[in-house]
């Protein structure tokens, strides 16, 4: 049987006051441990481990979100892709090695993704930084993370979303090479098709988040609200 891969991420967000101005997120984490600080102390970063379920991932998130120091609570959080002159990034850790085929297929369906969620004009202003952009990715001891996307964190569907279309892209990309590249395949509807097609089984770990994207597809996401009202803290 061939051993499962790890999933984990370290997505960001930041901290804003009642008057909307940033709040440097190094005055009140440290740069390591769950619910740290990025290498620019102005962004926080969550840093939940591995795991091979996307379900399990996206809860480990929802626990670290609970246990920040007490006086994070008082500002609002907020995800999304550049805010306040900063490039978010919603940072996806795949545990297999890297091939140029896996980083182009996790554009034609991450990305994808953000075609249909994501704050356009955010999208636009991180892409002008050397920090977003289709192709992004790292060599990691672990196998590699993936760069390109924004900071899913806007609320538990999206980032659930995220880790199954990762994983379910990991997983065809193995069984079939390259993906469908046609211009359809760049919108979520088709791409999850193709994966019932290409999958002989989607793993139980991915259908909760399949559904879910079945459900929001046409809903409008807020970019401006506080996550902490999505995450239920």
Same mark, same amino acid.
């Given at each position: 049987?061939?051993?499962?891969?790890?999933?984990?991420?370290?997505?960001?967000?930041?901290?804003?006051?009642?008057?909307?101005?940033?709040?440097?997120?190094?005055?009140?984490?440290?740069?390591?441990?769950?619910?740290?600080?990025?290498?620019?102390?102005?962004?926080?970063?969550?840093?939940?481990?591995?795991?091979?379920?996307?379900?399990?991932?996206?809860?480990?998130?929802?626990?670290?979100?609970?246990?920040?120091?007490?006086?994070?609570?008082?500002?609002?959080?907020?995800?999304?892709?550049?805010?306040?002159?900063?490039?978010?990034? %919603?940072?996806?850790?795949?545990?297999?090695?890297? #091939?140029?085929?896996?980083?182009?297929?996790?554009? !034609? @369906? =991450? *990305? $994808?993704?953000?075609?249909?969620?994501?704050?356009?004009?955010?999208?636009?202003?991180?892409?002008?930084?050397?920090?977003?952009?289709?192709?992004?990715?790292?060599?990691?001891?672990?196998?590699?993370?993936?760069?390109?996307? %924004?900071?899913?964190?806007?609320?538990?569907?999206? #980032?659930?979303?995220?880790?199954?279309?990762?994983? !379910? @892209? =990991? *997983? $065809?990309?193995?069984?079939?090479?390259?993906?469908?590249?046609?211009?359809?395949?760049?919108?979520?509807?088709?791409?999850?098709?193709?994966?019932?097609?290409?999958?002989?089984?989607?793993?139980?770990?991915?259908?909760?988040?399949?559904?879910?994207?079945?459900?929001?597809?046409?809903?409008?996401?807020?970019?401006?609200?506080?996550?902490?009202?999505?995450? $239920?803290?």
């Amino acid at each position: 049987m061939k051993k499962l891969f790890t999933l984990g991420a370290d997505p960001e967000f930041i901290l804003e006051n009642f008057n909307e101005e940033l709040v440097c997120a190094g005055d009140y984490l440290s740069y390591d441990g769950a619910f740290g600080c990025d290498g620019h102390s102005a962004i926080a970063e969550i840093r939940p481990g591995t795991s091979t379920s996307p379900v399990e991932l996206t809860c480990k998130i929802w626990k670290i979100l609970k246990s920040g120091p007490s006086d994070i609570y008082n500002y609002k959080w907020k995800a999304g892709s550049y805010l306040h002159g900063e490039p978010i990034g %919603g940072h996806i850790h795949f545990g297999v090695s890297h #091939t140029n085929q896996l980083v182009r297929n996790l554009d !034609l @369906t =991450i *990305l $994808a993704l953000s075609n249909i969620f994501d704050n356009k004009d955010q999208v636009e202003k991180r892409n002008n930084t050397s920090y977003g952009g289709p192709g992004g990715y790292d060599r990691k001891d672990y196998g590699f993370e993936y760069r390109s996307a %924004g900071s899913y964190l806007i609320n538990p569907a999206l #980032t659930l979303i995220h880790f199954t279309i990762g994983k !379910l @892209t =990991i *997983l $065809a990309t193995d069984k079939t090479g390259e993906l469908n590249s046609e211009d359809k395949m760049r919108d979520p509807k088709h791409f999850v098709t193709n994966f019932y097609k290409v999958l002989d089984k989607i793993p139980d770990d991915c259908v909760a988040g399949l559904n879910i994207l079945q459900e929001v597809l046409h809903k409008k996401i807020d970019w401006a609200i506080d996550i902490k009202k999505t995450w $239920a803290i």
